[in-house]
DNA sequence: CATCGAAATATGTATATGCAAATCTCGCAT
DNA sequence: ATGCGAGATTTGCATATACATATTTCGATG
């Protein structure tokens, strides 16, 4: 497969997002307003040609005076728009050898799990929220570990559950580390969910996660509706700020019922 | 929180590698040689600040003339340094507004799971694998679909058992598309895994995961050496080549002794 | 006092230009 | 034939310049 295509369309109909942060127009010099910038319609234009397969990993595209010249641009608008999606890990490049389709080889891989609430009002399903406890305590010597905090340090211990038309969803156990987060004593979990509360009040700057899978202890499956023993999916999610602990949760999933799915993302 | 460091140092000291996909020096013009390139310089610099808790979430940084004037390079490489970073996930930027450290606030997770062998092999255990089962059949109708195989089109099964230090680590059931991989009808799978085969065969160019818990069955528990009805985690991979399914393969580990962490890897 | 509008500011996009580094090709000398 | 060196090509980095756009600030006006 080895096959050089010398035009691509001048003007790009097929529209992707900008990946960029911003939000809004962009600045537009020179560019009639509600088109996308040119490195992206550069962007699109190519990633489609790629997603429909008339390009393959290992074949070469068009380098970037070439499409300086096709689309009209300066070379380093095409620069720009090859740059990026060898950084998105589309392609790959390199000098005098030019650019080709990335052959995904070797790469980890990179699950991107979308947000529970997200998740479940993005399915249509009614969602609703359940404080089973609440506590201000000293931790277990295993959590206080998880936490980084001093023995005999008091924390707020809080266990929901999540349904999803009215069938339990997710089960949540959390610690919040009031040295972090005072105003969370004073906060009312029985409406907001706790990580959506802590997203609004604390900013994180760094989490780590953990997924296994657990058989459910009789407390567990009692909350969750279903058989002791059987399978459940865990998840557990540390989160920081300036080195230091916010919150620690672990969250479980009926097995049988919840699956994470996703499609690839490139490292980027 | 709301202060304002004005000077960066010019010669910033420490290094972080470029992520993009190319390698060598790069260009550099007028750079002297062995140095990072002034953008990256200027983002390690920003970075560096962030991380030590200088600048926490939501505080004001530097804006792109500033860093200009500081750094000694043009805006336009200020802004290349930023843009990126915002890109990355690390600061957030509004026009006229300026940029600040980014509030980690609604993102969706994003897991990096690293390669099973590198993970086995990281850990210092020895690795072994058995092939249990090898056919060339008509997959069930389940697994057709998944592989896109039109009806009554054979496929390469295999069952293999991937052990870590004489303990089964991860029991694999994969289907190969063979129209897609001709070649994998005469590869030997007794001494090298179908996965890192593949890798080496085969670019691709997309994937898609689930991960799920579920219980043992007994012919999974006899294999990796578990009671029946023992929580087992389970990925399934499905891997495309110009649109074409070229491998769907299951791997279920022992839900106790395997766990997937990972630390928190911003989209970029 | 409230509100609308102009100025100021910071970011976003784009051009034209120059040089550096990597690497492939080809011709020439041994 | 083999190997070495001189282009040629393609990507990478950086500057100077210009204009567009979003948003805040501030002042003028009713």
Redesign the interface.
């Known amino acids: 497969m080895y096959m050089q295509i010398s035009h691509l369309s001048i003007e790009g109909t097929d529209v992707a997002e900008p990946?960029?942060?911003?939000q809004?127009d962009g600045g537009t010099a020179r560019r009639p307003r509600g088109r996308l910038p040119a490195y992206e319609r550069i962007k699109a234009a190519i990633r489609t040609r790629?997603r429909?397969?008339e390009w393959?990993?290992?074949d070469p595209i068009p380098g970037e005076s070439e499409l300086a010249r096709d689309f009209g641009v300066s070379r380093l608008t095409a620069h720009r728009a090859l740059?990026e999606l060898?950084?998105e890990?589309v392609i790959?490049?390199?000098?005098r050898r030019g650019s080709r389709?990335?052959?995904?080889?070797?790469r980890?891989?990179?699950?991107?799990?979308?947000?529970i609430e997200r998740l479940v009002t993005g399915l249509g399903a009614a969602y609703e929220l359940r404080l089973l406890w609440r506590r201000t305590t000293v931790p277990p010597s295993e959590i206080r570990e998880r936490l980084e905090l001093a023995p005999g340090q008091r924390a707020l211990h809080l266990v929901l559950l999540h349904l999803a038309d009215r069938r339990p969803f997710q089960l949540e156990d959390r610690w919040i580390n009031l040295l972090a987060v005072p105003e969370a004593a004073q906060a009312d979990f029985t409406t907001i969910a706790p990580g959506s509360w802590l997203?609004?009040h604390v900013?994180?700057?760094?989490?780590?996660?953990?997924?296994?899978?657990?058989?459910a202890d009789p407390a567990t499956a009692r909350a969750l509706d279903i058989e002791p023993?059987?399978?459940?999916?865990?998840i557990e999610?540390r989160t920081r700020?300036?080195?230091r602990v916010v919150t620690w949760a672990r969250f479980r999933?009926p097995?049988?019922s919840?699956?994470?799915?996703?499609?690839?993302?490139p490292?980027?």
């Not at 900013?203 to 058989?215: K, L, M, Q, R, T």
């Not at 023993?229 to 865990?234: F, T």
């Open positions: 990946d960029g942060r911003t809004g790629i429909e397969g393959g990993p290992g740059r060898a950084r890990g790959e490049r390199r000098r389709v990335a052959v995904r080889t070797g980890d891989i990179v699950l991107e799990i979308p947000r997203l609004e900013p994180w700057s760094e989490a780590e996660h953990v997924i296994a899978a657990e058989n023993g059987e399978a459940v999916l865990v999610r700020n300036r080195n999933h097995g049988s919840y699956r994470l799915a996703t499609a690839f993302a490292r980027a």
